[in-house]
């Protein structure tokens, strides 16, 4: 087993929930390495802030840190996210381009969009596949990875047509929304694209239910204010809606 499918064992064991602490030889004897190159790859992600090191194992560095699966998180708040994706999709008018963001949030406004006379180019293969085959909707299809199980695109072909294209619209849906961190991303070349879409769209729709608010992960993405408008629900902090609409920001509870 190479070293980045260990790796990935090893976040794949903290993401399940099963145990708080993955010991280095539970890890050794499922992945077939050495301890002491398991202890190698435990050092290698906690350099990179996603686990920290204890003895005998690791743990999750942040709550942020380790991704909640796609299929687990998509069972989450279902109501307030199709909400949400209904007004940020009654933001975009007829003919806009609009760049739409990984993310179960970001699969429910595809849905809202299917039908309307707009383009859109999705940046995870779940929301286009909920379009491609839309007769009124344009997709365009930009390059890159697909992260596994997420099916985010990443990586420097999803940047260079990031950046050889402009938008109307960005929607964006974070892993942690903070009126101090700002919008915050688990995946470091997740957190680059969504860095890469904002800049290039002449509006920034920030979709995140009350869930993700106060949430902080390891990447930062941009400021709170950044963001022209906040899509979010009731359950989210009135002092902190209060504090970004202070800093003029739109704030919508759907």
């Given at each position: 087993?190479?070293?980045?499918?260990?790796?990935?064992?090893?976040?794949?064991?903290?993401?399940?929930?099963?145990?708080?602490?993955?010991?280095?030889?539970?890890?050794?004897?499922?992945?077939?390495?050495?301890?002491?190159?398991?202890?190698?790859?435990?050092?290698?992600?906690?350099?990179?802030?996603?686990?920290?090191?204890?003895?005998?194992?690791?743990?999750?560095?942040?709550?942020?840190?380790?991704?909640?699966?796609?299929?687990?998180?998509?069972?989450?708040?279902?109501?307030?996210?199709?909400?949400?994706?209904?007004?940020?999709?009654?933001?975009?008018?007829?003919?806009?381009?609009?760049?739409?963001?990984s993310g179960?949030?970001?699969?429910?406004?595809?849905?809202?969009?299917?039908?309307?006379?707009v383009t859109?180019?999705?940046?995870?293969?779940?929301?286009?596949?909920?379009?491609?085959?839309?007769?009124?909707?344009?997709?365009?299809?930009?390059?890159?990875?697909?992260?596994?199980?997420?099916?985010?695109?990443?990586?420097?072909?999803?940047?260079?047509?990031?950046?050889?294209?402009?938008?109307?619209?960005?929607?964006?849906?974070?892993?942690?929304?903070?009126?101090?961190?700002?919008?915050?991303?688990?995946?470091?070349?997740?957190?680059?694209?969504?860095?890469?879409?904002?800049?290039?769209?002449?509006?920034?729709?920030?979709?995140?239910?009350?869930?993700?608010?106060?949430?902080?992960a390891l990447?930062?993405?941009?400021?709170?204010?950044?963001?022209?408008?906040?899509?979010?629900?009731?359950?989210?902090?009135?002092?902190?809606?209060?504090?970004?609409?202070?800093?003029?920001?739109?704030?919508?509870?759907?």
């Amino acid at each position: 087993m190479r070293a980045d499918e260990r790796r990935q064992v090893i976040l794949a064991a903290l993401r399940a929930g099963t145990v708080e602490v993955v010991e280095v030889s539970a890890l050794a004897a499922r992945t077939g390495a050495s301890e002491m190159t398991v202890r190698r790859d435990l050092d290698a992600l906690a350099a990179t802030g996603l686990v920290r090191r204890v003895h005998g194992g690791a743990v999750a560095a942040l709550p942020g840190a380790v991704e909640v699966p796609f299929a687990e998180r998509a069972r989450d708040a279902t109501g307030a996210k199709r909400r949400i994706a209904a007004a940020a999709a009654a933001m975009v008018d007829d003919g806009e381009a609009v760049v739409l963001d990984s993310g179960t949030t970001a699969v429910e406004v595809a849905r809202a969009l299917r039908g309307r006379p707009v383009t859109v180019m999705p940046l995870s293969v779940h929301a286009a596949r909920v379009l491609l085959d839309d007769p009124v909707t344009r997709v365009l299809l930009p390059g890159g990875e697909p992260r596994p199980g997420e099916l985010a695109l990443v990586g420097p072909l999803t940047l260079a047509s990031l950046r050889a294209l402009r938008f109307d619209v960005a929607l964006l849906s974070p892993c942690g929304f903070d009126t101090t961190a700002g919008l915050t991303a688990v995946d470091l070349a997740d957190a680059q694209v969504k860095q890469e879409a904002a800049a290039a769209a002449r509006r920034v729709l920030v979709a995140a239910d009350g869930g993700k608010w106060g949430q902080v992960a390891l990447a930062r993405v941009f400021p709170a204010d950044t963001a022209h408008a906040v899509l979010t629900d009731a359950t989210a902090p009135a002092p902190d809606r209060a504090e970004l609409q202070e800093r003029g920001v739109t704030v919508r509870v759907c």
